[in-house]
């Protein structure tokens, strides 16, 4: 059975006017099946009707807010922030259509994402899933689905069950829920969400608050166990438990894997309606964005601490999952792009360039992001790398992201200082790069802004020559969360 879920209006539909109203953390992006829902009305009343002023893609350093619009056809123009003109317009969150056409009140998510990179080692013939747990109230199921880990197509079809449990962890007994078993087919004919390929339930399936595993049969070195990948929010109403349930035998569906660990290598996943749907923030860059020399996983750390104190709820994306530091983020915020020593585009410098794995990140089974925080440069500054055209690289890189995610936003930052005068004299002439690459940007009406954080730290907030501090990270956090803060 169904389980209708109240309409709520989430922090992202309340005034996101230079995101053009996330018209993905505002929406179901799951697919074929999406729906526009009805009339806009000021203010947004509703998840599934809202409408926005769009501040769009000329939004300045402090970002434009825009009007909220009157109606589904038109609105008010946004006012300009420090950086140019708003754009006119609004637009809608979608709603997503169940099997029977009609809209569901809530938001239709994946419950576990790729992180674009299969397992090094787990080759062998598996069934492979992930044990989770529902909490505070039900939640609706509509879709299974298997990882397709080059999203390329699955190379033979794939079972995915549903099971519940009598406890989590090693040992557990999985009993089959009822209706709770699809088959995901070959080739590319399943819809792609996020990594994963999904097939519709014969009926929505409601799961009461209890412990639970989802499954996937016969993952083999063509179709790839997965490793990492995005966990889901208890906001969400499902929570990961940390166990993935797994067997090295070819066993059929509905049997349960008979044993498993607490290791990343989950090949199925769930769509489920939620009340929230939280903002996808990629974090994306070399070092600073990693949080080298940090303790709280450089500005990562210090950013959730705000955005949670402004019920801003949101999910860090990306295929890194480490954590620099001694203060740990929560499993399901260890995501993010931050690689440390990659420049901008690799080039002849002799280092990996973030342009070049752009779409191994951020392709069809990458992740998916709202919001873009990119730092990026501070390498090649201090290799003093064909600075001259830095400014080319950045824009092939501003391109090739909204190539892949044209929904995402970016927001590009000037460099922090760097301690050593000649350096930061490069430091300062490449800021001015970036200021007139978003500019560029801008001007084609593209989401894309910028950030000054050569001015939000001194250099004795620094670590070392090149890296912030805890208190420099601190301030870093602060000009990404007032620069997101003034969306609203």
């Known amino acids: 059975m169904s389980l209708r879920l109240a309409r ?13 109203a996330f018209a993905g953390a505002c929406s179901s992006d799951s697919g074929s099946n999406s729906n526009a829902a009805g009339q806009a009305a000021v203010g947004g009343a509703s998840a599934g009707s809202v409408g926005l002023g769009a501040g769009g893609g000329s939004a300045g350093v402090s970002g434009a807010s825009g009007a909220a619009g009157a109606s589904s056809s038109g609105g ?24 029977s056409g009609e809209v569901p009140q809530g938001f239709l998510i994946p419950a576990y994402t790729s992180n674009a990179a299969p397992s090094g080692s787990n080759t062998a013939t598996r069934n492979s899933g992930r044990e989770f747990t529902v909490s505070g109230e039900s939640v609706v199921v509509r879709d299974l689905g298997v990882w397709d880990s080059g999203a390329d197509g699955l190379s033979v079809a794939h079972a995915v069950t549903l099971f519940s449990l009598d406890k989590i962890g090693a040992g557990a007994k999985g009993t089959p829920v009822p209706g709770g078993s699809i088959t995901v087919a070959a080739g590319t004919v399943a819809p792609l969400d996020t990594g994963f390929r999904y097939a519709p339930l014969a009926a929505p399936i409601e ?12 993952m083999n070195d063509k179709d790839r166990t997965g490793d990492g990948g995005g966990l889901p929010l208890p906001a969400t109403g499902v929570t990961d438990a940390h166990f993935d349930p797994y067997q090295n035998v070819v066993a059929a569906s509905p049997a349960f894997p008979n044993t498993g660990d607490t290791n990343s290598h989950s090949n199925a996943s769930f769509r489920f309606e939620s009340k929230l749907k939280p903002l996808r923030i990629l974090p994306y860059g070399a ?17 959730k601490k705000l955005l949670d104190q402004a019920g801003i709820v949101f999910q860090y994306v990306g295929s890194s999952i480490d954590n620099p530091g001694t203060v740990p983020l929560p499993r399901e915020q260890q995501h993010h792009e931050g690689h440390s020593g990659f420049v901008i585009e690799a080039g002849t410098s002799g280092r990996a360039g973030i342009y070049d794995s752009r779409v191994a990140w951020l392709g069809p089974g990458g992740s998916q992001a709202d919001l873009v925080l990119i730092v990026i440069g501070t390498n090649d500054v201090d290799l003093n790398y064909q600075l001259d055209t830095a400014g080319q690289r ?10 892949l995610q044209p929904q995402a936003k970016i927001i590009l930052a000037q460099l922090t200082p760097i301690n050593d005068d000649a350096e930061d004299a490069r430091c300062v002439k490449y800021n001015q790069a970036v200021v007139a690459t978003v500019k560029a940007h801008q001007m084609k009406g593209e989401a ?41």
């Open 8 to 20: 709520h209006s989430v922090f992202c539909c309340l005034g996101f006017a230079w995101l053009g």
């Open 76 to 99: 008010a123009a946004g006012s300009a922030g420090t950086g140019g003109a708003g754009s006119a317009g609004l637009e809608e969150a979608a709603g997503e259509a169940g099997a």
């Open 207 to 218: 799961l009461a608050p209890g412990n639970y595993a989802v499954v996937a049969y016969g």
């Open 287 to 303: 070092s600073i964005t990693d949080g080298y020399l940090g303790t709280m996983a450089g500005y990562r750390g210090p950013l």
């Open 394 to 403: 950045l824009d092939k890189l501003l391109t090739g992201i909204l190539e």
């Open 448 to 488: 894309v802004s910028t950030v000054d954080l050569h001015s939000a730290i001194t250099r004795a907030e620094l670590a070392d020559k090149l890296h912030p501090n805890d208190v420099g990270y601190g301030k870093v956090a602060k000009v990404w969360f007032d620069a997101i803060q003034a969306l609203h």
